[in-house]
């Protein structure tokens, strides 16, 4: 059987001018079963279509804020830096992948933008939109684990996991407000934040606010999400 070939979003770094992968996200695809490989910010039209056409599933990874003016409002000051190419491709290859519904998993940034594409809003920045006692943005080392998120039963998440409770790390300053029309929330922290979705018309549509590929080694239900996606993923 070949293993599935997944595409992955790539990061940019503005000070080098350069595309990078942090390798957790490569070596949580091969460990899980995949074949990863990072994209680059083509985003016309005919190399959107092969590239949805060609990969068999696809990961949104974390990285810069999106740009508010996908979801209708304005950028506030304490809003970060957009990379306006990688906005460009993600929209632009979304749209096409769903059609094909093949499988995508979001991951941090990449849940948010799964929210946003599909309609939903974020926060641009939890501090001062929806302060909190729960941590949000743990400082290193990066993988330990720092809160936990309550697993809705009857749900992707649960199914995958088979648990209710989950001990994640976090490290994001922005999230999901108003949550797009077709998905459902899945998991929860304690102060309510929305911390995974997923969408239950889709063959396998779920993201996730926390970073499994930094955890993965030690955290089994990470993998156990990893290893739902990449089979979701086999034809």
Aim: charged share 25%; net charge negative.
């Amino acid at each position: 059987m070949k293993k599935p070939i997944i595409a992955l979003m790539p990061l940019w770094d503005k000070k080098l001018n350069s595309y990078w992968m942090l390798p957790g996200y490569m070596d949580f695809i091969i460990k899980s079963g995949g074949v990863p490989v990072m994209l680059s910010f083509s985003d016309d039209e005919q190399s959107v279509k092969e590239i949805a056409d060609r990969f068999d599933g696809f990961v949104f990874t974390g990285g810069d804020d999106i740009a508010p003016a996908y979801y209708g409002t304005e950028k506030i000051e304490q809003c970060g830096e957009e990379c306006v190419m990688r906005d460009s491709l993600e929209f632009a290859l979304f749209k096409e992948v769903i059609k094909t519904d093949k499988p995508i998993l979001g991951i941090c940034r990449g849940m948010q933008f799964l929210n946003v594409a599909l309609g939903g809003t974020l926060y641009q920045d939890l501090p001062t939109q929806k302060p909190s006692d729960v941590c949000h943005k743990q400082s290193a080392p990066f993988d330990a684990l720092t809160h936990s998120v309550s697993v809705e039963k009857d749900t992707l998440l649960h199914k995958i996991t088979g648990t209710e409770t989950l001990m994640v790390n976090t490290l994001h300053h922005q999230a999901a407000d108003k949550i797009a029309p077709c998905l459902v929330p899945c998991a929860k922290a304690d102060d309510g934040l929305v911390e995974a979705v997923y969408a239950p018309q889709k063959a396998f549509l779920l993201g996730v606010q926390w970073h499994p590929e930094m955890i993965f080694t030690h955290e089994e239900n990470s993998i156990k999400i990893g290893k739902a996606f990449v089979g979701a993923c086999i034809k």
